[in-house]
C-alpha cells in the first residue's frame, strides 16, 4: 500500500510539474519578443513587484523586462550618484532570480543623453557633475514653464562630447549589466531636444545627426565588448515634419539622419500612443530589430498588435525576423502602477465624454491586461 501510494504521488508531482512548464513555441513564432517597460520598484516595494512578475507576467508569457533603474540602485563604482534609499545587490538577486525561473530577460534602463532633468528637478548625474550639462545656461528651475515655453525647456541632456562623461556613465552601465546578469540594456535616449546647442563649447555647430548617431554608437561599440546590445526609443530617428508625426514621436532638429549612421545591432523601441502608426516597417527596411510600444491606450494597442503579427506573417523572411514583436510601457512608478494595477475599480471604465479623464487614468494598467489576455490566446 505504502509504494501505491508513493507512485501516485510521484505521478502527481510529475502531471504538476509539466502543467506548470507551459511551452511557449507557438507564441515564440508568431511574436518573439513580450516586453513590459517599467521603473524599478522601491525597496519597499520589491516584494509585491516579485509577485506581479510570478503570478501575472511569467503566466501571460512575457519575456522580456525593461527594467527602469537611473539612480534606483546602490552603486560602488559612483555612489555619489546613488537615490537616497536605492535597491541593493540582494534585491536585484531577488528580480533577477525570479525572471531567471521564468525565462524572462532583464534589460536594465538608465536614460542617457536626454532625459537627465524632469520639471524643475535636475537628475542626479547633472547635479553632481553639472560640468557634463550640454545647456548650462538654462536653469531649470526658472526657465521651466508650460511647453512651450521661452528657454525651449522640455530635459536637459548630458553633452556627448565632454571628454569625461563616459568614463562615468559606462561605470554604471557595465555595474548594472553585471548585477542584472543582462544581455540587453536600455538607454533611452528619447525626446533629445537638447543636442549641438550654439552655446556649448565642444558642439556648437556640429550636425546634430551626427552627434546623436555618435552617442548611439559609442554606447552600442562599448556594450558590444562584452557580447551586450542596445536597446533605445525610436523617436529621434524619425523625420516628424516629413511624416506629420510631430516633434515628439517624432525629430524638428535632423537628428532622424541618424538612422543611416548606426550600427545595425541596435533594437528598436518604436512608441506611438495615440495613434498606430507603421514606423515599424521604416526600421525593419532599415535593417533593424524593432518592437513597437504602446502606452495607456488599448484600441491603440490592440492595432500595434495585429499589424506586428500581420508585418510577421506577410512579409519576407529577412523583413519578418526584424518585427520583433511588443514592449508596452508604464511611465509612472512601479510602486504607485501596483496600486492601480491591483485595483479592481481601475477596470470600471465609463465611455462618456465627460468622463475621458477617468477612463485615461488606468489606461496603462489596461493595456497591459489586454495584451496578457491576447498572449495567452496566441499560445493556445
Not at 546647442?197 to 556640429?206: I, L, N
Not at 535632423?254 to 528598436?268: C, E, L, W
Amino acid at each position: 500500500m505504502k509504494n501505491v501510494v508513493l507512485s501516485f504521488l510521484f505521478l502527481l508531482f510529475l502531471q504538476v510539474s509539466f502543467g506548470q512548464a507551459v511551452s511557449t513555441e507557438k507564441i515564440d513564432n508568431v511574436l518573439p519578443v513580450r516586453g513590459l517597460a517599467i521603473s524599478a520598484p522601491s525597496v519597499r516595494g520589491v516584494d509585491l513587484f516579485l509577485k506581479f512578475i510570478e503570478e501575472e507576467l511569467a503566466p501571460a508569457h512575457f519575456n522580456l523586462l525593461v527594467l527602469r533603474v537611473d539612480w534606483n540602485y546602490d552603486y560602488e563604482s559612483h555612489p555619489e550618484l546613488r537615490d537616497s534609499n536605492p535597491l541593493s545587490k540582494d534585491d536585484v538577486k531577488k528580480i533577477v532570480d525570479v525572471c531567471k525561473k521564468h525565462n524572462i530577460k532583464i534589460a536594465p534602463q538608465v536614460n542617457l543623453l536626454g532625459h537627465q532633468s524632469w520639471a524643475k528637478t535636475t537628475h542626479n548625474l547633472l547635479r553632481v557633475y553639472p560640468e557634463f550639462d550640454e545647456t548650462p545656461h538654462i536653469n531649470p528651475e526658472e526657465d521651466h514653464g508650460p511647453w512651450p515655453n521661452p528657454a525651449g525647456l522640455y530635459c536637459k541632456s548630458y553633452c556627448p562630447l565632454h571628454p569625461d562623461v563616459h568614463g562615468v556613465v559606462f561605470a554604471l552601465v557595465d555595474e548594472l549589466m553585471d548585477a542584472f546578469e543582462a544581455e540587453y540594456f536600455h538607454a533611452g535616449m528619447d525626446e533629445v531636444f537638447y543636442i549641438g546647442d550654439d552655446k556649448c563649447p565642444r558642439c556648437s555647430g556640429r550636425d546634430k545627426a551626427e552627434l546623436f548617431a555618435g552617442e548611439v554608437t559609442k554606447i552600442s561599440n562599448h556594450l558590444a565588448l562584452k557580447n551586450r546590445r542596445l536597446m533605445i526609443w525610436g523617436d529621434r530617428l524619425i523625420d516628424g515634419k516629413t511624416t506629420g508625426i510631430g516633434l515628439w514621436e517624432g525629430s524638428y532638429n535632423n537628428t532622424h539622419r541618424a538612422i543611416d549612421m548606426i550600427p545595425k545591432s541596435v533594437f528598436i523601441c518604436d512608441w506611438h500612443y495615440n495613434r498606430a502608426d507603421l514606423t515599424s516597417v521604416y526600421f525593419a527596411m532599415k535593417g533593424f530589430d524593432v518592437a513597437t510600444s504602446p502606452w495607456n491606450n488599448p484600441e491603440v494597442a490592440a492595432t500595434q498588435l495585429k499589424n506586428t503579427i500581420d508585418f510577421r506573417q506577410q512579409s519576407s523572411r529577412v523583413m519578418r525576423e526584424h518585427f520583433q514583436g511588443i514592449v508596452t510601457t508604464v511611465w509612472s512608478g512601479a510602486d504607485a502602477f501596483m496600486k492601480v494595477y491591483y485595483d479592481p475599480e481601475t477596470y470600471k471604465i465609463t465611455t462618456t465624454e465627460t468622463d475621458r479623464a477617468q477612463r485615461n487614468q488606468g489606461g496603462d494598467a489596461r493595456t497591459l491586461k489586454f495584451l496578457m489576455e491576447e498572449f495567452k490566446k496566441l499560445n493556445k
